[in-house]
Nanobody, 121 residues
Framework: VQLQASGGGLVQAGGSLRLSCAASGIIFSTYTVGWFRQAPGKQRELVTF???????HYVDFARGRFTISRDDGKSTLYLQMNSLKPEDTAVYYC????????????????WGQGTLVTVSS
């Protein structure tokens, strides 16, 4: 199983980025997939997930600014991030699990390698 995240980079506050995550080795459409992030010196935290069938969940800091989407035909997950803030600076990880989504790191079976997002003030 491989989750390959891309799209990170340096952006000014207020800007946008779109992350992608290409999955292989799993039947993508049957998995809950999502994004976690880890800022320097902080614990890894959930950003958002989407269940099979398209239901989505956002944590408070992501709601209204970030949009998760999935293309099951391409086995690819996306995260559109708008109105970025310096506190969004983190390594973003795509994740996958069977069953319903949760906020617990240990519940996710598969992790991508992470892509760094840096938001300058």
């Amino acid at each position: 199983v491989q989750l390959q995240a891309s799209g990170g980079g340096l952006v000014q506050a207020g800007g946008s980025l779109r992350l992608s995550c290409a999955a292989s080795g799993i039947i993508f459409s049957t998995y809950t997939v999502g994004w976690f992030r880890q800022a320097p010196g902080k614990q890894r935290e959930l950003v958002t997930f989407t269940n099979r069938g398209g239901g989505v969940h956002y944590v408070d800091f992501a709601r209204g600014r970030f949009t998760i989407s999935r293309d099951d035909g391409k086995s690819t997950l996306y995260l559109q991030m708008n109105s970025l803030k310096p506190e969004d600076t983190a390594v973003y990880y795509c994740v996958a699990k069977m069953g319903w989504g949760t906020s617990r790191v240990d519940d996710y079976e598969y992790w991508g390698q992470g892509t760094l997002v840096t938001v300058s003030s």
